[in-house]
T-cell receptor, first 113, second 115 residues
Framework: QKEVEQDPGPLSVPEGAIVSLNCTYS??????FMWYRQYSRKGPELLMY????GNKEDGRFTAQVDKSSKYISLFIRDSQPSDSATYLC?????????????FGIGTKLQVIP | DVKVTQSSRYLVKRTGEKVFLECVQD?????MFWYRQDPGLGLRLIYF???????EKGDIPEGYSVSREKKERFSLILESASTNQTSMYLC????FGGGTGNTIYFGEGSWLTVV
């Protein structure tokens, strides 16, 4: 079993829809959680960072963490064609002086105008 | 804004050539990383460094080496390029501190094709 599971998609939605992207994980030691957006042939860019269970909102994006269920989500409201990209979840732990971050495989999202 | 710069965006090299991928970050970050990204496999960590002249193997170090002579610069070296090293290579850095100091910042990527 992988430490982090993420459905690769692709996921196609109409413009204006609410998008839900999810990851599950098995390592209860993870301390912080991130979501990245990656456009084609570009590097990933950070969207959201959180370290506690609950919701964190930033504009049209909401990150949700449920540590008891080992489940994180990213919601995109009023989705736009410019949101078409691959979304990667990432989970990290700092241990023994090292930073260890594990990434999901990424979900490819297409928002249809 | 944090800037991680990878000097080469697109490279084509021949099998057996020695390849250098250079990366510079401008935020005085302690940690630097090299990943490769392949379809269906996601991001895989090759090497990382938590200080100048320090390096640690990641999950797939075979066929690669790294150099970190200055804090801001982290180089990935393919000693003898092979076709199975054709991939997108991503450099990243993080300040490795409290709060959002754990955030990893990526460069734009270097697309390497080995023929």
């Amino acid at each position: 079993q992988k430490e982090v599971e993420q459905d690769p998609g692709p996921l196609s939605v109409p413009e204006g829809a609410i998008v839900s992207l999810n990851c599950t994980y098995s390592n209860s030691a993870f301390q912080y959680f991130m979501w990245y957006r990656q456009y084609s042939r570009k590097g990933p860019e950070l969207l959201m960072y959180t370290y506690s269970s609950g919701n964190k909102e930033d504009g049209r994006f909401t990150a949700q963490v449920d540590k008891s269920s080992k489940y994180i989500s990213l919601f995109i409201r009023d989705s736009q064609p410019s949101d078409s990209a691959t979304y990667l979840c990432a989970m990290g732990v700092n241990s023994g002086g090292y930073q260890k971050v594990t990434f999901g495989i990424g979900t490819k999202l297409q928002v249809i105008p | 804004d944090v800037k991680v710069t990878q000097s080469s965006r697109y490279l084509v090299k021949r099998t057996g050539e020695k390849v250098f991928l250079e990366c510079v970050q401008d935020m005085d970050h302690e940690n630097m990383f090299w990943y490769r990204q392949d379809p269906g496999l996601g991001l895989r960590l090759i090497y990382f460094s938590y200080d100048v002249k320090m390096k640690e193997k990641g999950d797939i170090p075979e066929g690669y080496s790294v150099s970190r002579e200055k804090k801001e610069r982290f180089s990935l070296i393919l000693e003898s390029a092979s076709t199975n090293q054709t991939s997108m290579y991503l450099c990243a850095s993080s300040p490795f501190g409290g709060g959002t100091g754990n955030t990893i910042y990526f460069g734009e990527g270097s697309w390497l094709t080995v023929v």
